[in-house]
């Protein structure tokens, strides 16, 4: 079976430290992407990669980095999290021959 | 801005009954749409799209998707509800950048079945 794993399921981390959201496809995808998701304001895209060490950004990149050193393997990190980064982060692949995007389940991230 | 709207935050309907979740789209040029679901605490997950071909596209779980291309829209339905239906649905549109493709996504709907 396919698969996006996303390495934490919920985080809580405190104002100020540096996060790393960490996900990985078995699948030689690509493109992968990173969305938060929040109430009301449906998926919106923070940064996404379509080949090793390629980023763009996104809708909303202000606050995050990426990083893709490896095909399979796509970060995220918050340089310094803050109170309104607090949110549902959704990490995605896709390949070239399918536009459909695969998911990882998620992580909530609260930061107090 | 190439975008979908999905205009109702949530849809109510009793088991048995048929469901329409509606999607519009903005897109310059031929849309290639998508339908996800998501379940409580999960990521999304794949239920159909439109390419091209028949406007009628059929899609997991027995849902299908009627592309309408006067009226801009790409609702999503199901002739016959089940409680286990009841999930956020998310319309998307692919938007193409430079040499990158991604999915715009809609504010999701929230789709009820009761008993």
């Known amino acids: 079976d396919v698969k996006v794993t996303q390495s934490s399921r919920y985080l809580v981390k405190r104002t100020g430290e540096k996060v790393f959201l960490e996900c990985v496809q078995d699948?030689?995808?690509?493109?992968m992407f990173w969305y938060r998701q929040d109430p009301g304001l449906g998926l919106r895209l923070i940064y996404f990669?379509?080949?090793?060490?390629?980023?763009e950004k996104g809708d909303i990149p202000e606050g995050y980095s990426v990083s893709r050193e490896k095909k399979e393997r796509f970060s995220l990190i918050l340089e310094s999290a803050s109170t309104n980064q607090t949110s549902m982060y959704l990490c995605?692949?896709?390949?070239?021959?399918?536009?459909?995007?695969?998911f990882g389940s998620g992580t909530r991230l609260t930061v107090v | 801005a190439q975008s979908v709207a999905q205009p109702e935050d949530q849809v109510n309907v009793a088991e048995g009954n048929p469901l329409t979740v509606k999607c519009t789209y903005s897109?310059?040029?031929?849309?290639?749409l998508f339908w996800y679901v998501q379940y409580p605490n999960r990521g999304l997950q794949f239920l159909l799209k439109y390419i091209t071909g028949d406007n009628l596209v059929k899609g997991s779980y027995g849902f299908e998707a009627e592309f309408n291309k006067s009226q801009t829209s790409f609702h999503l339905k199901k002739p016959s509800a089940l409680v286990s239906d009841s999930a956020l649905y998310f319309c998307a549109v692919r938007v193409i950048t430079g040499t990158a493709s991604k999915l715009t996504f809609g504010t999701g709907t929230r789709l009820q079945v009761t008993l």
């Open positions: 699948m030689d995808h690509e493109n």
């Open positions: 990669s379509y080949d090793v060490k390629m980023k």
């Open positions: 897109v310059s040029g031929n849309p290639y």
């Open positions: 995605a692949s896709s390949s070239y021959r399918n536009y459909g995007y695969t």
